[in-house]
């Protein structure tokens, strides 16, 4: 009996053991976080940082204004990176010479005078004079206004300037105040003091020799403007090409890409195109072509994927209907499956008889 009772307590003591130690054990395991609840929490924290950047987003647009600018100029966007835009030639510019020119008091703006490519052997060696008499030699002249983001060293910007070179055109390419190596902060009004200064500045210099403004995406704003400042002195430019035009800034905002992520946002008008316009950011090319009576060339390529073709469509009708010609108004269209997008209709191998064809239409 008595060994049987003490067989009872070891036992016993034994079990309690084993009890414990398995409570231990579990207690040891359940304190340790699992692989995918870890992961989990990480997720969970990802969404709420970007549900609070989302939210803010339209918040600190309002508040601070000057965000809104830097979005829709992108001036601080020096592409391409590491290029001195001093020296031309480095991009295949062999036959362009680089200047800076005073538009205001504080204001130096980064210019490139690229000659026509059959003046390409004589051009090497010559100084700025040089370049300067030369655009009184009877030949077109076409100031070049580009776009928001980058310099006049961008590729697509580039590749236009060898394409109107070698189709006989003198081109002024300018970086606005603020772009690239021109200094002061860009501004509507800003901008478009400086393209004035720019085509005075030709005129000057041009003798008899046609001028045109090509404006390129905010570029075409800038062309607009500058050619409606121009009637009112009353002085018509001799020819306007806008690519890739938008009606107006608040209009073109609202479809660009990065709107999608805020089309369905609850008071998306008043956060971000009501903050442009009362920044005074309105580049309102559809009401400038009312006002407009030079003759008015218009590209668009039907891919667009920043400005809708449809707004150019607007303006050509806006156009033709304020200057009461079909004459004075042109739209060439780009096929979508080209896939020239946005910035690529220089690549296009009809593009050099359309300029062609319309830089004859001007002469007197």
């Not at 390409?120 to 010559?126: F, R, T």
């Not at 150019?312 to 108004?329: D, F, G, K, M, T």
Request: aromatic fraction near 10%; charge should be positive.
């Amino acid at each position: 009996i008595k060994r049987l009772r003490m067989r009872k307590r070891t036992g016993d003591r034994d079990s309690k053991k084993q009890k414990t130690a398995g409570d231990e054990a579990g207690v040891s395991s359940s304190a340790q976080p699992r692989p995918r609840s870890r992961l989990l929490w990480w997720v969970k924290r990802g969404l709420l940082v970007v549900c609070v950047i989302y939210v803010s987003v339209p918040f600190m647009m309002r508040l601070f204004p000057d965000i809104i600018k830097h979005l829709v100029y992108s001036h601080r966007v020096s592409v391409p990176f590491f290029v001195n835009l001093s020296q031309p030639a480095d991009l295949y510019l062999n036959h362009t010479v680089n200047m800076y020119l005073k538009s205001e008091q504080g204001i130096s703006l980064g210019v490139w005078h690229t000659v026509p490519e059959s003046q390409w052997k004589e051009a090497q060696g010559k100084d700025l004079e040089w370049y300067q008499d030369s655009l009184g030699a009877g030949i077109p002249i076409i100031i070049y206004l580009h776009g928001n983001g980058g310099t006049r060293a961008a590729s697509h910007r580039v590749g236009l300037i060898h394409v109107l070179s070698a189709i006989g055109c003198h081109v002024l390419a300018l970086d606005y105040r603020g772009f690239g190596d021109s200094t002061g902060e860009p501004t509507e009004v800003g901008l478009t003091t400086d393209t004035l200064y720019l085509y005075q500045w030709v005129k000057a210099r041009s003798g008899s020799s046609l001028v045109v403004l090509w404006g390129h995406s905010l570029g075409t704003g800038v062309a607009t403007n500058t050619a409606v400042k121009l009637i009112e002195q009353g002085i018509v430019v001799d020819g306007v090409i806008i690519e890739g035009a938008y009606t107006n800034i608040r209009q073109g905002g609202a479809h660009h890409p990065f709107a999608w992520f805020y089309r369905k946002f609850p008071g998306f008008e008043y956060f971000f195109l009501d903050t442009m316009a009362e920044n005074n950011i309105i580049f309102p090319n559809d009401e400038n072509l009312k006002r407009m009576k030079s003759r008015l060339l218009i590209l668009h390529a039907e891919d667009d994927h920043i400005v809708p073709i449809h707004m150019a469509q607007q303006l050509y009708e806006i156009a033709q209907s304020a200057q009461n010609s079909e004459n004075q108004v042109k739209m060439i269209p780009f096929a979508g499956s080209l896939g020239y997008h946005h910035n690529g209709l220089y690549k296009d191998p009809h593009l050099p008889g359309i300029i062609r064809e319309f830089v004859h239409t001007l002469a007197p």
